[in-house]
């Protein structure tokens, strides 16, 4: 069975929560999401220049985490909570990192319910939670971010070489680097969902046409800074 990847929309829709989330991350205000980080990317993380910045959030899959790792947590999402005022939120819902969340599980339950598959790579996660997170209401899922939006983290955080990759050449301003580190990542977080069942991994590798034609074209589309 062939499987379709994400669309070239969904893709920029990645691209501005990537661009959102990296800038807060190097913000002075993104100690916090910095912190998840190993300490000596720490400072590399806050100094990526704007065209840096633009260079990795090209990537074609989020660069944040909603802690989808976390059966128990969305487990108790599925379950159902009781239902409260959105618009009576008991946390800053103006706090960027908020808004980065919502922005982010909102993209993901819209894509998770026209293409689960999709979801999958641009997510991370396993099918089993995308297929999980599609069948809440979008109340519910907001609902969950604005609750508790401090779930927001950077992908693999604690994976040296991913972040060492991403930071160093995935910042790269000689586009062939820069590609090819974006596509061994995205095989990184790919290969992280270990609860796929390993055809299905190897499925879902196969068929992220989208993604990798994306980065072949970008040379052609995209000035380097």
Not at 83 to 108: E, K, Y
Not at 191 to 201: E, F, G, I, K
Request: one cysteine or more; a neutral charge; hydrophobic letters at 45%.
């Amino acid at each position: 069975m062939e499987f379709s990847g994400p669309q070239q929309s969904d893709l920029q829709d990645v691209h501005a929560i990537n661009l959102a989330f990296l800038t807060y991350l190097g913000s002075s205000d993104g100690e916090r999401l910095r912190s998840f980080l190993p300490p000596g990317l720490q400072p590399a993380a806050q100094a990526l220049s704007a065209v840096q910045i633009q260079r990795l959030a090209a990537i074609p899959f989020l660069l944040l985490s909603l802690n989808e790792s976390d059966e128990d947590y969305w487990a108790q999402i599925a379950r159902g909570r009781p239902v409260r005022d959105l618009f009576t939120p008991t946390h800053d819902v103006a706090d960027p990192q908020c808004r980065i969340a919502t922005a982010a599980v909102g993209f993901l339950w819209q894509l998770a319910r026209r293409n689960t598959y999709a979801a999958r790579i641009v997510s991370g996660a396993t099918l089993a939670w995308c297929e999980q997170l599609a069948e809440q209401s979008i109340l519910d899922v907001l609902e969950c971010v604005v609750d508790d939006y401090r779930l927001l983290v950077p992908r693999l955080a604690e994976d040296r070489i991913f972040w060492h990759r991403l930071l160093g050449a995935g910042v790269s301003s000689v586009s062939e680097i820069r590609r090819a580190a974006h596509l061994s990542a995205l095989q990184a977080v790919l290969a992280a969902a270990s609860s796929l069942p390993p055809q299905r991994l190897r499925t879902a590798a196969c068929y992220s046409s989208t993604p990798s034609k994306v980065l072949r074209q970008e040379g052609k589309t995209r000035q380097d800074g």
